[in-house]
């Protein structure tokens, strides 16, 4: 796994986690 990868997924996954808290 690249950098760039490991920086798309993880801000993907912060960004999931952000809209989730905004729902409840």
């Known amino acids: ?3 760039e ?3 798309l997924s993880t801000s993907s ?3 999931m986690q952000q809209k ?3 729902e409840s």
């Open 1 to 3: 796994m690249s950098n």
């Open 13 to 15: 996954n912060d960004y």
């Open 20 to 22: 989730k808290k905004r």
């Open 5 to 7: 990868d490991y920086f």
